[in-house]
């Protein structure tokens, strides 16, 4: 488990004795946002970006301490990219939840450009979320949208930022994935955070061999990619290895009950027949032996029947 520190005008995280500096306050070229990085003599009313981090680690303290750490990574890690441009930006938070990290990303988007977009996509509506985000002081521009994981059906390449909060134990992480690179820009980046979700953590793995990796817990992590450096190869082998399991266990439910119809075994057959040639050429030599066999025993079976 990491641990988050302001030290020396940075914000940096350490764990197991390396140190991993998330947000630079020295660097001051890398800043072209609205927002300064230091007091400016004169302009002392104003805020400054680790105030601006600070009030919003402050008010997720009083809403929700668990998430703490989480919360720091995240808001950090989404300012290092805030900095980057003086205009607009589109940010997408896919599974928002009931607002409790919404909150926070909304206070920081809108603190650098009110003109940014925002937008926070859950499969149901909940209350929760609007009485969070009535509370923030200076809000991007804002929405809310109900949709179904893995198909949102927004505009797609479109979005410099995608949050993928894993509070949301997703039934298809793999569609979730997909669907989230589909939505983002070519240049943008992928925030992850794991809660409980070992299958999004595993399938995001998948996506990007080059990443970072931040500890928040055992069970907690926040990883972030670049869009560019995902690896479709990896990803759709993740996905093959995870269906084929999947005929595979359906099939020794069958074998051991013996209870299905010739139509359903004949379905089956045919799609570890299919799976078979996919796993022939992906080198899953293993795989293809299991397949096999269990398409042997489902002959045999339908032939008794």
């Known amino acids: 488990m990491g641990s988050f520190r302001w030290r020396d005008n940075r914000f940096i995280y350490e764990e197991q004795g390396g140190v991993k500096v998330l947000l630079d306050c020295t660097d001051f070229l890398a800043n072209k946002s609205r927002i300064s990085m230091h ?3 004169g302009y002392e009313a104003l805020p400054i970006i680790p105030d601006l981090i600070g009030s919003a680690l402050d008010a997720m303290r009083q809403e929700d301490e668990t998430k703490l750490l989480a919360a720091a990574l ?3 890690l989404l300012v290092r990219y805030l900095i980057r441009s003086s205009q607009p930006l589109h940010v997408l938070e896919y599974g928002c939840q009931d607002g409790v990290l919404s909150a926070q990303m909304a206070g920081l988007i809108g603190a650098f450009n009110e003109a940014s977009s925002f937008v926070c996509a859950y499969d149901a509506m909940e209350t929760g ?3 969070r985000i009535s509370k923030v002081e200076k809000l991007p521009k804002i929405s809310y949208l109900a949709g179904d994981f893995g198909h949102l059906q927004l505009r797609q390449r479109y979005f410099d930022i995608v949050v993928i909060n ?3 134990n997703y039934t298809d992480p793999l569609a979730v994935l997909e669907d989230a690179l589909d939505l983002v820009t070519e240049e943008g980046v992928i925030l992850c955070y794991v809660d409980h ?5 595993s399938t995001f793995k998948l ?4 990443r970072e990796e931040y500890t928040v817990s055992p069970t907690e992590k926040v990883l972030l990619a670049k869009a560019g450096d995902r690896c479709w190869e990896n990803a759709k082998k993740g996905s093959l290895e995870r269906r ?3 005929h ?4 020794e439910s069958i074998l051991q009950c013996g209870d299905k119809e010739k139509t359903q075994i004949a379905a089956l057959i045919e799609s570890l027949r299919q799976d078979g040639k996919r796993a022939a050429q992906q080198g899953l030599v293993e795989l293809k032996k299991q397949i096999l066999e269990q398409k042997e025993r489902l002959i045999t079976l339908r032939v008794s029947l």
Request: aromatic share 10%; hydrophobic share 45%.
């Open 74 to 76: 995240l808001d950090t």
């Open 129 to 131: 979320w609007l009485e």
């Open 248 to 251: 595979l266990s359906m099939a």
């Open 197 to 201: 979700t070992p299958l999004l953590e």
């Open 166 to 168: 894993g509070s949301v």
């Open 207 to 210: 996506f990007f061999e080059e």
């Open 39 to 41: 007091r400016l003599p």
């Open 244 to 246: 084929i399991q999947e």
